[in-house]
Each structure stands twice: as C-alpha cells, then as structure tokens.
C-alpha cells in the first residue's frame, strides 16, 4: 500500500514566521511530488512541484526533496494571514509505469496568526 | 483559457436513487481523473482515464460506482443506488500527461460537485 503521510496540525504560525510543513513517503520508486493548497469549501490548487533532489524557490515558497530519507517539505516565508490553508502532499507513481494517479497526503492545516 | 468544469455544484439525492456527476476537462489534456473528499478527510481516488487506454478503476469502493468518458472529453461519475455515506465532494481534475514531459503531469482540479445523501 502506497502511503504519504502528513501532520494533521493544526500548524499556528505568527504573521511574518516561516511556516514548514513536511511529508513522507512509502514508494521509493516515486518521482514526482506536488504541493496543493486547499481553502476551506474550495478545490486544490498547485502550488509548485519538484522531481529532483534539494530546493526549488518560487516567490515565498521553497519546496524541498530528499529522495534518500523519502521526505519533501514546503516552507513558507514571510507568513500572511491568507495562507491559511490545508496544504497537501500529492506524489505520483513510477513515471511510466501504469499508475496514473498522484497518491495525496491528508493534509496539514495550516493557521497564521496576525 | 478554461479550467476544468463540473456540474452540478450541489447535488442532494434521496438514498436508494442513483446520481450523475459531470465533468469537462481542459481542452486537450488527454488524462481525467475523480476523487472524492469526505468532510474534514484527505483525497481519495476513485478512477482515472488516460486517452483511449482503458480506465484505472482500482480505487471505486463499490460496483455502485461506474464512470465513462465519451469521446476522450467529458467524463460522468454514475453513484446507482446511493448510500449516506456516499456524502462527500465529488473532485475531477485533468493533466496533459503526455510522455516525456513530466511537468504535464500536473493535475488542474475542477470546483467539485458536494453530494448529500439523505
């Protein structure tokens, strides 16, 4: 059974902190991870993804992958009130393979405090 | 352009009678897929299409649940004999997934249909 794990939260954060959310991952063979934002009553919505290993940096958000430990994290800098979101891990089989769809993380809630 | 569409918004059903949920994709992405979302509850796959190869069905929980995709466009979610606890939101998303791109795998997901069985 294909897993990816997530800390429910809910994560509180001030205004302004670094927010960091984490995800493992049971499939070794995986190759493509996905960052979604969830508000609450809407659909997700990408944020970024990332294939190799170490950092990818778009705007305020840094994604992170270490495919040795099977873990990817998202950090948020200079937190804002309207990034009060579920955030979700979505990770996808092996590339090629028959599989087709990503395997997504329950989602970590994610709360920043003005 | 457009996003992926999906209707109806809401749906309430009587238990017992059986539903259909629409779904049109991005124009030109050749994969579709349903997930459902009960309250409070991460994503669960459901089935998934990719051009004319035949569907991944491995996450419908019951034979209740069928979909089709007619003409490798929109895509219907058919709930026969529906149960309480088919109550949840109902995603569609659409990816281009076409071979040797791997940013095309992005999945782009639609607004939902929120199903409440009564």
């Known amino acids: 059974q294909k897993e990816v794990e997530q800390n429910s939260g809910p994560l509180s954060v001030p205004e302004g902190a670094i927010a960091s959310l984490n995800c493992t991952y049971s499939?070794?063979?995986?190759?493509?991870f996905f960052w979604y934002r969830q508000y609450s009553g809407k659909s997700p919505e990408l944020i970024m993804f990332i294939y190799s290993n170490g950092d990818k940096e778009d705007g305020r958000f840094t994604a992170q992958l270490n495919k040795a430990s099977q873990y990817v994290s998202l950090l948020i800098r200079d937190s804002q009130p309207s990034d009060s979101a579920t955030y979700l891990c979505?990770?996808?089989?092996?590339?090629?393979?028959?599989?087709?769809?990503?395997?997504f993380g329950k989602g970590t809630k994610l709360s920043v405090k003005p | 352009g457009a996003g992926v569409s999906q209707s109806p918004s809401n749906k309430v059903t009587e238990k017992g009678k059986d539903v259909e949920l629409r779904c049109d994709p991005i124009?030109?992405?050749?994969?579709l897929y349903w997930y459902r979302q009960s309250l409070g509850q991460g994503l669960e796959f459901l089935i998934y299409?990719?051009?004319?190869?035949?569907?991944?069905k491995s996450g419908l929980p019951s034979d209740r649940f069928s979909a089709e995709r007619t003409g490798g466009s929109v895509s219907t979610l058919t709930i026969q004999r529906t149960q309480q606890e088919d109550s949840a939101v109902y995603l569609c998303?659409?990816?281009?997934?076409?071979?040797?791109?791997?940013?095309?795998?992005?999945?782009?997901f639609g607004p939902g249909t929120r199903l409440l069985v009564l």
């Open positions: 499939d070794r063979g995986s190759q493509s």
């Open positions: 124009s030109g992405h050749t994969a």
């Open positions: 998303a659409s990816s281009s997934r076409l071979a040797g791109y791997r940013h095309q795998e992005t999945q782009y």
């Open positions: 299409f990719q051009g004319n190869s035949a569907p991944d």
């Open positions: 979505a990770v996808s089989g092996n590339y090629g393979g028959s599989q087709g769809n990503l395997i």
